[in-house]
């Protein structure tokens, strides 16, 4: 299975920025998707943002225009950057790989539909 490591997360104040990352190691099938998803305290976990192995992408309502899901093949790596960032932005973040083949598929936005998991990293938006 493909290993996965979250870093990047901290506390900012609202209308800031961080950049996550996902380092991938060992193996993953590269003709599946890849996301992030968050979980906030009380809440379950939801799908942030997705993309597939011919670079389309695909995001929750709630952060269109605001977050950008890229990844970096060569160094095997997936990145979210998010910007003006909200309080409702709170949680922690985790990166998830081996999904559905295609985004433009709902199927993403289900933890379920991934079958590997990063450990979580805490964001913090203070307002």
């Known amino acids: 299975q493909v290993q996965l490591v979250e870093s990047g997360g901290g506390s900012v104040q609202a209308g800031g920025s961080l950049r996550l990352s996902c380092a991938a190691s060992?193996?993953?099938?590269?003709?599946?998707?890849m996301g992030w998803f968050r979980q906030a305290p009380g809440k379950e976990r939801e799908g942030v943002a997705a993309?597939?192995?011919?670079?389309?992408?695909s995001y929750a309502d709630s952060v269109k225009g605001r977050f950008t899901i890229s990844q970096d093949n060569a160094k095997n790596t997936l990145y979210l950057q998010m910007n003006s960032l909200k309080p409702d932005d709170t949680a922690v973040y985790y990166c998830?790989?081996?999904?559905?083949?295609?985004?433009?598929?709902?199927?993403?936005?289900?933890?379920?539909?991934?079958?590997?998991w990063g450990q979580g990293t805490q964001v913090t938006v203070s307002s």
């Open positions: 060992g193996y993953t099938y590269s003709s599946y998707c």
């Open positions: 998830a790989a081996d999904g559905p083949i295609t985004v433009v598929a709902q199927s993403w936005r289900r933890p379920s539909s991934f079958l590997a």
């Open positions: 993309i597939d192995s011919d670079g389309s992408t």
